[in-house]
């Protein structure tokens, strides 16, 4: 590779929205597991905090299925808080004054990293249906360039929930000796059939948008919001808890004493998920998300080891936390421990937690007490283990 | 005297005397899985005094978060029923301290402490102890002693035994007893030799070291029909 193109690192034209861009060139192209090229592939980012001498105190966060590279700043499209404001900062366990901390947008996805919205270079337009279908292991492969360029070799850790738990796992499978320590919340070593039909109502309800056209609408200058809105009522569901849906809207009416005998939004649960699928469209492009949602969908870690999910983490020396959350249906307790036996088959260290909490699969993005405890305290053995300076000497200086 | 807000592992705190006759028990550097590890006061104490590759398994979340807190590898899990999917013979040392009495299937969980580990190390109150049969025998009433303070209706030992019990039972499991020893209520050692009829009447707790017996020489023709 000694004679390839340098990566060029660029601020967008709109930095403010995308962060911090680099642009692979033609020859370091992205070449994906359904046969396809990315090329050129560009990663937008963010990182927090400042990478040490030894450039031993690197964090990767790997986003959820319709988060973005704003982990911790104000999110530029929607003005709130980064999706993990609860865990990364100054003082908080993903410590931006010890830990230089990454997060990038996924391959596939719609906030300046090469995705089905981006400008396909052969056609001038946007790529739309004729971007390849990216798998997590794909988006692992991208976010391993991005390292690369970064000018680090191995990651202290590498922390996500949901399909950013995936990429975890893939991280550890695909780079044992890239990964110090891993961090796997609220996710699965593959979807269930269940999980899969959920996605595949969101998708359809996408492509049964008149707007969607076949995938061309940005050719059309329109964009098939009603459909991807459903989509994503629908899935919202799926991030919440019943008891949770219950205590926080029961049967309540919204600003209204008796039910309008209509198809208006009488009860304040289908208020609260217009609101949320209206909210969406406006941050996200319709073709990102059946791209994303298939990439989970093809998420199968064992059936890449012979079918043996300890396989995937033989002989690893990479010290795992993994984390789930006893309301969560989506990516239930159960998919967490089939990790947990697969890693303490193959011998790998590993410490387990399920949290109690009734907030559902969105659990890991709230703010938690026990699971920011045990994110604390499992950082710092791990940085101890590292020979990174405790917080408390951090603090100190 | 004023206490850490923080306390660091290991410093100035007292070893639990049954603690350290476990600890006693297992060779340096060797890997230990501890069954029922709680707040991961053992597991700390063999890492610092036997720097062991030492993993844990804890029923309460409490216990799990101290632990992991304090970068121990544990598990949330149950003795019962998540032992059947560790690899065979992937530690040196299976621990089971004070716990045996409490799962719901005793038997089971040792004969999965004595595949996990070639050794087992496993700790129990002994109901054969002379106050508790004194307690039954004299007041009629249910025995509730130091080691055993819970009222019957409360109490989380549904699996009590006695030492001759425990015996007994290692011998049907095909493993032996490498070494053994009874505690007092302080969990200090009881230093007699004595036959375990003795140990029986005056140990509040025991504890045992077990080693699998080795596999029985089989002849080729034999085997072929297994």
Redesign the interface.
């Given at each position: 590779m000694a004679n390839a193109l340098p990566a060029i690192e660029t601020l967008s034209s709109s930095d403010a929205l995308n962060g911090r861009i680099v642009e692979f060139p033609v020859d370091r192209p992205l070449i994906t597991d359904g046969g396809g090229c990315v090329t050129p592939l560009t990663i937008a980012y963010q990182t927090y905090g400042e990478l040490n001498a030894e450039r031993s105190n690197a964090i990767l966060l790997c986003h959820a299925l319709t988060g973005d590279q704003h982990a911790a700043n104000m999110h530029p499209l929607t003005g709130k808080p980064g999706w993990w404001d609860v865990m990364v900062g100054p003082g908080k366990p993903f410590d931006t004054e010890r830990f230089f901390i990454v997060c990038s947008n996924v391959v596939g996805g719609c906030l300046g990293t090469s995705g089905p919205s981006s400008i396909n270079p052969a056609t001038g337009q946007a790529y739309g249906l004729g971007f390849p279908v990216v798998t997590i292991r794909d988006m692992v492969r991208a976010q391993a360039m991005l390292i690369d360029h970064l000018g680090v070799d191995q990651l202290f850790c590498v922390a996500g929930g949901s399909m950013g738990g995936m990429q975890v796992l893939q991280w550890a499978a695909s780079y044992p000796e890239r990964v110090f320590s891993a961090m796997p919340i609220a996710t699965a070593p593959k979807h269930s059939s269940q999980n899969i039909a959920f996605h595949e109502v969101g998708r359809q309800a996408v492509m049964a948008d008149p707007d969607w056209r076949g995938g061309r609408y940005l050719e059309f200058g329109v964009r098939p919001e009603k459909g991807l809105a459903v989509a994503r009522m629908a899935a919202h569901i799926t991030y919440l808890s019943e008891p949770a849906l219950q205590r926080k809207f029961g049967r309540k009416l919204q600003d209204r004493a008796a039910p309008t005998f209509s198809f208006d939004a009488d009860f304040q649960i289908e208020n609260y998920l217009r609101y949320q699928g209206m909210a969406f469209v406006d941050r996200f492009d319709a073709n990102s998300y059946l791209y994303v949602t298939r990439a989970c969908d093809y998420f199968d870690l064992a059936a890449d080891y012979g079918g043996s999910l300890a396989q995937a983490f033989k002989g690893a020396k990479t010290?795992y936390?993994v984390v789930s959350f006893n309301s969560d249906w989506l990516y239930p307790t159960s998919a967490s421990r089939a990790i947990?036996?697969a890693l303490?088959?193959s011998?790998a260290?590993?410490?387990?937690?399920?949290?109690?909490s009734d907030k559902g699969h969105d659990a890991f993005l709230v703010y938690e007490p026990?699971f920011i405890?045990?994110t604390?305290?499992?950082l710092?053995?791990?940085a101890?283990?590292r020979g990174l300076p405790r917080a408390?000497e951090t603090r100190a200086k | 005297m004023n206490a850490p807000s923080f306390p660091r592992s290991g410093q100035s705190r007292p070893v639990r005397l049954d603690l350290a006759a476990v600890a006693a028990m297992v060779a340096p550097g060797s890997r230990v899985l501890d069954v029922g590890c709680g707040d991961g006061a053992l597991l700390q104490l063999l890492a610092e005094t036997k720097s062991v590759d030492g993993r844990g398994v804890e029923l309460s979340q409490r216990g799990v978060n101290d632990c992991v807190a304090k970068g121990l590898s544990v598990i949330q899990g149950d003795a019962d029923t998540d032992l059947a999917d560790y690899p065979t013979d992937g530690f040196d040392y299976v621990i089971l301290s004070q716990t045996l009495q409490a799962t719901h299937h005793p038997r089971q969980v040792l004969v999965d402490m004595l595949r996990i580990g070639r050794r087992a190390i496993v700790s129990f109150p002994n109901f054969g102890h002379w106050k508790v049969r004194l307690s039954l025998l004299a007041k009629g009433r249910m025995p509730q002693t130091t080691t055993l303070a819970h009222a019957w209706y409360e109490t989380p030992n549904i699996h009590l035994c006695t030492i001759r019990d425990f015996v007994d039972l290692v011998e049907e499991l095909g493993a032996h007893i490498e070494r053994g020893v009874a505690l007092d209520h302080s969990g200090a050692p009881i230093r007699v030799n004595a036959p375990w009829w003795v140990w029986n009447l005056l140990g509040a707790q025991a504890i045992f070291l077990l080693e699998r017996d080795a596999p029985k020489k089989i002849s080729p023709s034999t085997a072929k029909n297994t």
């Open positions: 010290r936390c947990v036996h303490n088959a011998g260290s590993v410490s387990f937690v399920e949290i109690d026990d405890a045990t604390r305290g499992f710092e053995a791990a101890t283990a408390s | -």
